[in-house]
C-alpha cells in the first residue's frame, strides 16, 4: 500500500478519491497505467506466488467499462480537470486495464491461473471470470457472458456463477441456491452460493454438491430447441 503514488488514484474534477466501495478507493488503470501495473503485478509474483501455494490470482474489479460510475461522480481519468464523456472514459480504462494484464500474466507466466471479478472483454489475457451476485444481473445477459469466457477464455477457462442471500445469513434458501446451481450446470463452469458481499467466506454445504451425474451428453437447449440462453425453460442431457 505504501508504494501506491499519491498521482495513481481514481479521482473527479474536485480532486477527491473516488470510491466504489466504502473505504476503498479505485485505482486510475490509466494515469498509473505503467506505475500501477509494473508495481501489483511485482507484488503479485514477489509476495505472493514466490511460496509455490496458489494456482493462480484472483483481481477485482476488472471492469470493462467504468461508465456507470458517472451517476455517482464526474470522472476525471486523464487528470486534465474536465469530466470525461463516457466514450473516453471507458477507452482509457481499458487501455490501462489490458496493461495491467499484460504485465499480471507476464509475472505469473501461463501456467498460472489469471481469474477477473467482471470483465470478458479482456478474454484474451485471463483464464476467467467470477460473476458476483448473479441473481441480480439479469438471467439471460449473464448466462451469455458466462457461456462466452468458458468457450473464449485462455486454457484452461473458467466461469464462475456466485449466488448469495444478500448478507441475510439465510443459508436455507434452497430454491435460490439450486436456481443458481441449475444455471451453472447448463454449462461448463463453478458455482458458489454464499452469504452475500459483506462477508463471501462462506463453505456452506449442500447435498446436491456430492451428487455424481456423470459427464453431459449435449449443449444447453431451451424447450423450443434455441441455444442463446433466452429467458425460457432450459435443459441440458
Known amino acids: 500500500f505504501n508504494q501506491i503514488g499519491s498521482n495513481w488514484w481514481l479521482r473527479d474534477v ?23 501495473s509494473a508495481t501489483l503485478s511485482q507484488f503479485i509474483k514477489d509476495d505472493l506466488m514466490i511460496g509455490g501455494y496458489w494456482d493462480g490470482v484472483f483481481l477485482d474489479n476488472v471492469w470493462s467499462e467504468v461508465s456507470f460510475l458517472q451517476s455517482k461522480f464526474s470522472v476525471d481519468i486523464d487528470n486534465d480537470g474536465l469530466a470525461d464523456d463516457s466514450l473516453k472514459l471507458n477507452q482509457k480504462w481499458q487501455a490501462g486495464m489490458i496493461k495491467l494484464l499484460q504485465n499480471v500474466r507476464a509475472k505469473i507466466g501461463s501456467d498460472k491461473l489469471l481469474v477477473t471479478n467482471g470483465g470478458e472483454f479482456y478474454h484474451d489475457y485471463v483464464n476467467g471470470v467470477l460473476y458476483e451476485h448473479f441473481h441480480d444481473k439479469g438471467w439471460s445477459d449473464t448466462m451469455k457472458k458466462y457461456s462466452f469466457i468458458v ?87
Open 14 to 36: 474536485g480532486g477527491n478519491k473516488i470510491e466504489w466501495w466504502p473505504g476503498n478507493p479505485l485505482l486510475n488503470v490509466y494515469v498509473a497505467q505503467d506505475n500501477w
Open 151 to 237: 468457450d473464449n477464455g485462455q486454457y484452461p477457462a473458467i466461469g464462475i456463477l456466485n449466488m448469495n442471500v444478500d448478507n441475510t445469513g439465510n443459508k436455507n434458501d434452497f430454491q435460490k441456491m439450486r436456481f443458481g446451481l441449475a444455471s451453472a450446470m447448463l454449462d461448463n463452469g463453478y458455482y458458489s452460493f454464499d452469504n452475500g458481499d459483506q462477508t463471501h467466506h462462506e463453505i456452506w454445504w449442500y447435498d446436491e454438491y456430492g451428487a455424481y451425474l456423470g459427464e453431459p451428453v449435449d449443449i444447453a437447449k431451451e424447450v423450443s430447441g434455441k441455444t442463446d440462453f433466452r429467458d425460457g425453460v432450459w435443459r441440458r442431457d
